[in-house]
């Protein structure tokens, strides 16, 4: 099993950047991607990015493209979501969840942490 937790969510403006950290630990050796999700109310959950566990290779969707960045500590199995340049509709709960090897999906998920941005 993995477990993640999140952490670094708050309540900013506009413009404002903000640093979320999902910290892995539990039997990470078996990590294919870990991703970072949101929700926002009322709508569907969301891809935002991912990051190839063992190869560094990063992914976004489009609409975080060139203002969100996904880093990763490996000594500490810590990885962060570098989000600058928030607007009102980056608003929704953050989730990184991992996809562990041969299976399909991503299975663990973490408790998640609130992002508001307000005008």
């Known amino acids: 099993q993995v477990q993640l937790v999140e952490s670094g969510g708050g309540l900013v403006q506009a413009g404002d950047s903000l640093r979320l950290s999902c910290a892995a630990s539990?039997?990470?050796?078996?990590?294919?991607?870990l991703g970072w999700f949101r929700r926002a109310p009322g709508k569907e959950r969301e891809f935002v990015g991912r990051?190839?566990?063992?190869?560094?290779?990063?992914g976004y969707a489009d609409s975080v493209k060139g203002r969100f960045t996904i880093s990763r500590d490996n000594a500490k199995n810590m990885v962060y979501l570098q989000m600058n340049s928030l607007k009102v509709d980056d608003t929704a709960v953050y989730y990184c969840?991992?996809?562990?090897?041969?299976?399909?999906?991503?299975?663990?998920w973490g408790q998640g942490t609130q992002v508001t941005v307000s005008s």
């Open positions: 969840a991992v996809q562990i090897q041969s299976t399909l999906g991503y299975t663990y």
């Open positions: 539990g039997s990470t050796s078996s990590i294919n991607y």
């Open positions: 990051l190839y566990w063992r190869g560094g290779a990063i």
